[in-house]
């Protein structure tokens, strides 16, 4: 019998599926051989982890990585990390330590495997499609099962085949490729979707380069992306000496796509993310000669020994400009190494750039925000308003090769009038695992190792099984676009991760400061909250946090005009109903704080997911498309309570 010709997505899903059919619109579980953490939504994964009473983890590799919060100012960091060391000892978890490097290149460099499924407590887990690998961010709760061996659920995806011909120019890199993706797709509309790269140019792209393409689709918003497992990414695993990991995973002549997009990589020109979108795509001969105050490189996205030498070799006999600030982050120990042995880490410092410690600091706003009004450009992956801890900088996305020429003039430069040339793969890296402990009792655990628990660590609050009405008072009306970064911020507030009535206390804090207290006293008063929003809510971060402490303040539904896929997940995961206008003008009718009743809520919910609400302004129909799965789920009051 002739067997069907799959694409890489289809290969490694139909080997994975264990709940439901792979067809469109329907529901599949997957099984998950791999999990991550880091531990800003760790903490929380491992607690909710430990409360499902099961003895060790199932999949067969899972690694607690400490690559955010490393800037410990209070205790409240530093006691978070001893938890998870901790927990990961007594359950068999792989722990890396504070300054070992950020979790998506350590597990690409030492952990990812072609062929299986990676399922991470971060939106950026997805750079492991760059060693072809289905690797999908997800809430902390979601890893939590995946950990105790259940299944995780996506819909069935679509798949767009992104083809890539030709061969990208010098001074152009992967990072102006996914930006030209995103000039495309935007940030919004790609809910459901899986990016495949295919055509002759893949070959052309080393694992770092594809990683960083797969690293930054998560901003389109996609459930994954993925680049086949070839001769490329068998060159890479060889020299990480982890040869027995590779396995071939290309797409079968014939294999058919929902979609095609095809890159000539040949016209591919440097990019830039304008503020405040990743979506927000200009050129950089655009931007040429505009003048720019700070300049950093790094974070999970280009933080690679590719990334940092090819900065050093902009730089190299030249000096950074007097007033611009320069700072670097390296993705690993084991590219400091590499630096440090070709010369490059010197080249840096006599170019007058900061090295910063390899974790995610500035991404997340833990340090180094710009100056008021700054012009700040970083390779990283996201630029929202107010992320990088100073709300009136303009943060702008580019490549390495154009935040290098950049810093040379301390003004926007074109990386093409004075291009370096292309770092060859190394044929072998060095190899330093000190700093991930618990190898030998990986999936084992140890037996009476004892939780250590600082006074931040509180208990996971629970939701409630849904009634069939409720009164409610819409207690924030928010826009389009609104990430979880306006949810639940992150920078500062992060230390409060593990302490959900703290960390509730800025839930919206950017968008409405008073957001807790009127939530508490709409509960007091015996109504539920509702949050009311426009295009893409919820985009961003895979923070579970964004969900779980507006659960905790009482709110019951969100109704938005669109609702992004990983936290439309987890306000399923807490007990909140997701809700999207029928009819998206209808947005205009309900007002901030107007007061109305959720009638047949759980009804709808075990229905067919239509409610009427009477607005001032008139009747607003609305809807939630649920799986029985997801029904039950919300039923229970999340999924704690379903258990």
Not at 122 to 148: F, K, L, R, W, Y
Not at 176 to 191: A, P, R, S, Y
Not at 205 to 228: K, W
Request: with cysteine; glycine share 10%; net charge positive.
């Amino acid at each position: 019998m002739k067997t069907k010709a799959m694409n890489v997505t289809e290969k490694i899903l139909s080997a994975h599926i264990v709940e439901g059919e792979s067809a469109q619109e329907r529901e599949l579980g997957i099984k998950i051989d791999q999990t991550l953490t880091q531990d800003a939504t760790g903490t929380m994964a491992y607690l909710q982890f430990e409360s499902m009473g099961v003895s060790r983890v199932k999949t067969d590799v899972s690694v607690s990585y400490v690559d955010h919060n490393t800037v410990q100012i209070g205790f409240e960091n530093a006691d978070d990390h001893d938890f998870l060391q901790s927990i990961a000892k007594k359950y068999g978890i792989i722990y890396s330590k504070a300054g070992n490097g950020i979790c998506h290149q350590l597990h690409l460099e030492r952990f990812g495997k072609p062929g299986t499924t990676l399922l991470g407590s971060d939106s950026h887990t997805p750079t492991g499609g760059g060693i072809g690998q289905i690797a999908i961010g997800a809430g902390g709760i979601d890893i939590a099962v995946a950990m105790a061996g259940g299944a995780f659920h996506i819909p069935a995806p679509k798949v767009r085949a992104i083809v890539l011909k030709g061969k990208l120019r010098k001074g152009v890199s992967a990072k102006d490729v996914i930006l030209k993706v995103l000039e495309k797709f935007g940030t919004k509309g790609n809910v459901g979707w899986i990016f495949e790269y295919t055509g002759p140019g893949v070959k052309t792209l080393d694992v770092p380069s594809r990683a960083t393409i797969t690293n930054m689709g998560a901003e389109l918003g996609v459930t994954t992306s993925v680049f086949p497992s070839d001769a490329v990414t068998k060159q890479f695993l060889t020299a990480q000496g982890r040869a027995k990991d590779f396995v071939e995973i290309v797409p079968d002549k014939g294999a058919k796509y929902d979609d095609t997009f095809t890159i000539d990589l040949s016209k591919v020109e440097p990019l830039m993310a304008a503020p405040h979108s990743p979506g927000n795509i200009i050129t950089v001969k655009s931007m040429k000669g505009k003048k720019v105050n700070q300049i950093l490189i790094g974070s999970c996205t280009n933080s690679s020994y590719r990334d940092i030498r090819t900065v050093a070799l902009y730089l190299k006999g030249k000096h950074v400009a007097d007033d611009v600030e320069v700072g670097i982050a390296c993705g690993s120990r084991q590219v400091i190494e590499m630096l440090a042995k070709d010369g490059s880490l010197e080249i840096l410092h006599r170019a007058g750039c900061r090295m910063l410690e390899n974790a995610c600091g500035f991404c997340i706003g833990a340090h180094m925000s710009p100056r008021t009004g700054a012009i700040s450009l970083r390779t990283n992956n996201r630029n929202f308003e107010g992320r990088s801890g100073t709300k009136s900088a303009g943060v702008y996305l580019v490549s390495p090769e154009t935040a290098a020429a950049s810093a040379l003039t301390g003004k926007v430069a074109l990386p093409t009038e004075k291009p370096v040339a292309a770092v060859p793969s190394p044929k072998k890296f060095p190899i330093d695992d000190a700093m991930f402990l618990y190898r030998a009792s990986a999936g084992k655990g140890v037996k009476g190792a004892e939780i250590v628990r600082g006074p931040n660590i509180a208990q996971v609050p629970n939701g409630e099984k849904l009634a069939s009405s409720y009164k409610a008072v819409c207690a924030i009306k928010v826009g389009d676009k609104i990430t979880t970064d306006h949810i639940m911020p992150a920078g500062a507030r992060l230390k409060f991760r593990s302490n959900i009535p703290a960390y509730a206390k800025f839930v919206f804090e950017p968008c409405d400061p008073a957001f807790h207290d009127n939530c508490l006293a709409n509960k007091a008063a015996g109504a539920v909250n509702v949050i009311v929003a426009g295009e893409s809510y919820g985009q961003g971060s895979s923070r579970e946090h964004a969900a779980l402490c507006p659960m905790y303040l009482g709110v019951k539904a969100v109704i938005a005009k669109s609702i992004e896929r990983i936290h439309r997940a987890n306000l399923i995961n807490f007990g909140i109903v997701p809700f999207e206008f029928e009819n998206p003008s209808d947005y205009e009718k309900i007002a901030a704080g107007e007061k109305f009743e959720l009638k047949g809520l759980r009804e709808a919910v075990e229905g067919d997911g239509v409610l009427s609400i009477k607005a001032k302004k008139g009747t607003v129909n609305i809807r939630t498309r649920l799986s029985d799965r997801e029904k039950h789920l919300l039923l229970c009051g999340g999924l704690l309570a379903s258990l």
